[in-house]
């Protein structure tokens, strides 16, 4: 009884001295310090409570023996139960209103946002403050108000939010990332780039966004001092310098014929001869002076121009070229221009020569680096850009081989690839017009290069379908094959990248109209007959995957002497060639007994599919596997093999580890038929022990 008295005791002395400490932190003037206490009040008193939980009764009774009943010596003093109750009661009550507070913390939270996005951020700064009046350790709260903070241009006290996030939480990444766009707005360069460079750290997942930010604050400090030393020439008095200003403000002036702009414009144009030039212009507000001039902006958005304002456009089109030379910011402001979204697609597309050259020109320039290609994939309407580049498919010279080229660049970048995706269905149009091209009236390069992307695009499961849904394309793709077909020596490039287009989109079987699939079938088996080992190849890859489409396919395969065709392949053919056919003959044979028949007249002894069951592809393995359990349904055929080692490479397969399931469960299936063929191989199955191997191929079988 005494060693438990003085073990309550001293359990005691230590609430009261953690409890002490807890109520003085509770006290604190700083707030996360009170949330901190708070919440460690908490915890400590469902320790408590498990703690009187567990000793029961002995600990009433302890207590009693500890502190039996007399008068307390000072009425004023509480006593250890009742101050414990109160500080219970206290952490209770502060547990109970943290709650109450994070409901109204959390509604007005989402009042600032609503103000926010409605882009009134004086009040969307007002609620997420009164938010953090009732919870001040809601670190979104502060991301929210620093964000408000940014827009209004107010960095200082942004950063301040920052730093109160980061309290909250020390590896909130939205506290870093609008900390790096205020450093970045108060020129802190190396400040802003640290701020992205820890949320890579915090989230590698985050790395290619991490990286556009950075290429962002090295872009701008560049832009910044290329700006200063524009300023030092200015001061300096240099006479180009103060020349560029006092064009600028001369095109500035209202009320001149468009005649007057145009002469100036080119002026300034010959003076944009090194980057203190350009970025003067810049400085001095060119960009603004010139695409919002009221002249001029009629002259380029006027859609039939005369004379006159087709030299204006020239002439600034021009202007746009010589001042983005190696100067990335102007590319920026150039690009991020709200007209610019249609207007540089628009030139593109413009029924005047000059000015679309001068334009793609101007396009080809901005594409020249990483950031340049961003910034056009960024701000300009893309649907209608592919449509402008894919429209120089018109011409048969090198433009259509550097707008197509143009194109192809484009869509290796990664956000064009988002963007293509999400928008295939509004591009298909296009893309189905460049299909629809005569071969001989456009460029067959720039053609080949066009069908290729496509192909590329094709690889993806979800673009396969948009295109096959939308049926002009799949018949655009057909035509073209045929009037390639008409000069094959002309367009064989177009011919074999056409088809390796019609090879991905007939991976989607269950998506191909019937009557597509067999009209491609039979121009595939006409091109069987071709002497180039290219087409020959990709013929037979659009065949191994149309057949299975439809019987009728089949048998006209089969009537057009397919089998024999493959056998060629499979003989002479490379290992891709040997996949395809092998794929074919497994169709075939799967469903013709004519099939398996040729085979096995084709193929004596099945010396080339017994060669093919050591193929290092097992796609080729399993197919051959399949073929040769079929052909066992012929009779003689398995007898024909009693003196060959089949029964062990069988074997071998079925109780194999192969990747490709179909590689066991054909060998089993082809064991199965040639005992069922030929009672001799049952018997040697027997003492091969090759029962076991065959129930667990069954296993593969039935888990399939």
């Not at 953690?18 to 708070?38: G, H, R, W, Y």
């Not at 300009?380 to 197509?404: G, P, Q, W």
Request: contains cysteine; glycine residues 4%.
């Amino acid at each position: 009884m005494a060693d438990d008295q003085e073990r309550d005791l001293q359990r005691f002395l230590e609430n009261v001295d953690e409890i002490t400490n807890l109520i003085q932190e509770m006290n604190s003037d700083d707030p996360f310090i009170q949330q901190k206490a708070v919440l460690d009040t908490e915890k400590k008193l469902l320790l408590m409570e498990r703690e009187q939980e567990e000793d029961g009764c002995r600990t009433t009774l302890n207590k009693t023996m500890i502190s039996p009943p007399q008068a307390p010596e000072n009425a004023n003093e509480m006593n250890p139960d009742a101050f414990l109750a109160s500080v219970e009661k206290d952490a209770k009550e502060r547990a109970k209103r943290r709650r109450e507070n994070r409901v109204l913390a959390d509604a007005l939270k989402e009042k600032g946002n609503e103000a926010f996005v409605k882009g009134d951020y004086e009040t969307a700064i007002f609620f997420y403050s009164e938010g953090l009046g009732k919870l001040k350790d809601m670190k979104v709260l502060y991301t929210n108000r620093a964000q408000a903070y940014i827009k209004l241009g107010d960095y200082q006290k942004a950063l301040v939010d920052c730093d109160w996030a980061l309290k909250c939480d020390e590896n909130c990444t939205k506290a870093y990332f609008h900390m790096g766009k205020a450093h970045l707005a108060l020129k802190n360069y190396s400040k802003s780039k640290e701020c992205y460079q820890k949320i890579g750290e915090i989230n590698p997942k985050l790395k290619a966004q991490v990286k556009e930010h950075l290429n962002q604050v090295t872009l701008r400090e560049k832009a910044d001092l290329q700006e200063k030393k524009a300023r030092e020439s200015l001061d300096s008095g240099k006479n180009t310098a103060m020349t560029t200003r006092n064009l600028l403000e001369t095109l500035s002036k209202p009320g001149q014929t468009p005649l007057f702009y145009a002469g100036g414009i080119e002026i300034l144009t010959e003076m944009m001869t090194d980057c203190t030039e350009r970025t003067l212009f810049r400085t001095y507000g060119g960009f603004s002076i010139i695409n919002d001039h009221e002249v001029i902006k009629r002259c380029l958005f006027l859609a039939g121009k005369d004379a006159v304002e087709e030299i204006v456009c020239v002439s600034v089109l021009k202007l746009w070229q010589e001042v983005c030379i190696d100067n990335e910011e102007n590319q920026r402001l150039l690009l991020s221009h709200p007209d610019m979204a249609k207007l540089l697609p628009s030139f593109m597309d413009s029924r005047i020569l000059v000015i679309q050259q001068q334009s793609l020109a101007l396009l080809l320039q901005l594409t020249q680096t990483d950031n340049g290609r961003n910034q056009v994939i960024k701000h300009l309407d893309m649907t209608r850009l592919c449509e402008a580049l894919l429209s120089f498919l018109d011409f048969s010279d090198k433009k259509a081989n550097t707008a197509i080229g143009l194109f192809t660049d484009l869509a290796l970048e990664e956000r064009f690839q988002v963007w293509f995706h999400a928008n295939l269905p509004d591009v298909l149009p296009a893309l189905t017009g460049a299909l629809k091209r005569e071969p001989k009236l456009t460029s067959p390069s720039a053609l080949c290069q066009c069908i290729a992307l496509m192909g590329n695009i094709s690889a993806e499961p979800t673009a396969r379908r948009h295109m096959l849904a939308y049926e002009e394309f799949g018949d655009a793709c057909l035509d073209l094959l045929v009037k390639c077909e008409e000069d094959m020596d002309l367009y064989r490039e177009v011919t074999y990248t056409l088809l390796g287009l019609i090879m991905n989109l007939c991976l989607e079987v269950p998506f191909l109209s019937e009557s597509w699939a067999m009209k491609i079938s039979r121009k595939c088996l006409s091109l069987l007959n071709s002497q180039d080992g290219g087409i020959l190849t990709r013929a037979a890859g659009v065949l191994s995957r149309t057949l299975s489409s439809s019987q009728t396919i089949v048998e006209e395969a089969l009537t057009a002497g397919v089998v024999k065709k493959m056998i060629k392949f499979l003989k002479t053919g490379g290992p891709t060639a040997s996949r395809y056919a092998m794929k074919t003959l497994a169709v075939c044979t799967n469903s013709y007994h004519a099939a398996r028949e040729e085979v096995m007249r084709l193929d004596k002894k099945f010396n080339v599919l017994m060669t093919l069951l050591a193929s290092e592809d097992e796609v080729v393995v399993g197919n051959a596997a399949l073929c040769l359990g079929n052909c066992m349904e012929v009779p003689s055929a398995a007898s024909s093999l009693l003196k060959t080692d089949i029964m062990r490479v069988l074997l071998k397969l079925a109780g194999g580890d192969s990747q490709e399931t179909a590689v066991q469960l054909n060998a089993g299936i082809a064991l199965g038929k040639l005992c069922t063929a030929e009672p001799r191989f049952a018997v040697q199955l027997q003492e091969l022990h090759g029962i076991q191997i065959l129930n667990s191929t069954m296993k593969h079988l039935n888990d399939s």
